[in-house]
């Protein structure tokens, strides 16, 4: 079946340092991925999504690339800030299924 | 406007007491989601509704779990005889439809069953 699988571990870096949480899938057809996001006390908020290989998803300095060859969504943003400790999940829905997968998340901590 | 409600923000249960968890979705959303969330784990999927039918209830674990959404705007997750296996959050969501939708979703219930 469909799945995603996250990076191991909390993330802890300082204010400025750049962000890579990979996260890789398994999807039958051409799956639409996306990143969520929560925010301490706050709900699932999608942070961006690509629908087809080699799309870039983009949002608040984030960004992610569809890497079909790789089967990888991995998450990037040049300069964090603290503002951006959250918890961040790779999802994913597979064509004719709307049924989210979600990955295990990993919180990220940044350090002022 | 209104996001996505659900009631109640929290519920403490006994084991093998039934309970009902909320989820009011943004007007006009046609499809609903109820998901579960374990501790340190993403959300799982347990079903989704277009409408006022349940079009994939295959992500619910057994049948002491059920959901209906007799009108097609508020849905109710019922839980029989609860187990503490089923403590979590459950998180409902919503879309305009089918499709590359973005689903929305709800601060979530969290569950706890002593």
């Known amino acids: 079946g469909d799945s995603v699988t996250q990076m191991e571990g909390p993330v802890t870096l300082s204010e400025e340092a750049f962000l890579t949480i990979n996260c890789t899938y398994t999807?039958?057809?051409?799956?639409?991925l996306f990143w969520y996001v929560q925010y301490p006390g706050e709900g699932l908020q999608l942070l961006l999504k690509?629908?087809?290989?080699?799309d870039k998803g983009s949002n608040k300095g984030f960004e992610a690339t569809y890497r079909k060859e790789t089967t990888s969504f991995h998450l990037e943003k040049g300069s964090v800030q603290v503002s951006d400790s959250a918890v961040y999940f790779c999802?994913?829905?597979?064509?004719?299924?709307?049924?989210?997968?979600f990955g295990k998340g990993n919180q990220v901590v940044v350090i002022p | 406007g209104a996001g996505v409600s659900q009631t109640p923000s929290n519920k403490v249960t006994e084991k093998g007491k039934y309970v009902e968890l909320r989820c009011d979705p943004i007007s006009g959303h046609t499809a609903l989601y109820w998901y579960r969330q374990s501790l340190g784990q993403g959300p799982e999927f347990l079903i989704y509704f277009q409408g006022t039918g349940a079009a994939d209830d295959s992500g619910l674990p057994n049948d002491r779990f059920f959901a209906v959404r007799p009108e097609g705007s508020v849905s109710t997750l019922k839980i029989q005889r609860t187990e503490r296996g089923d403590s979590a959050v459950y998180l409902c969501a919503s879309s305009p439809g089918l499709g590359h939708y973005e689903q929305y979703f709800g601060p979530g219930t969290r569950l706890t069953v002593t």
């Open positions: 999802a994913l829905t597979s064509y004719g299924n709307n049924r989210l997968a």
């Open positions: 690509a629908t087809k290989a080699d």
């Open positions: 999807a039958t057809g051409y799956p639409s």
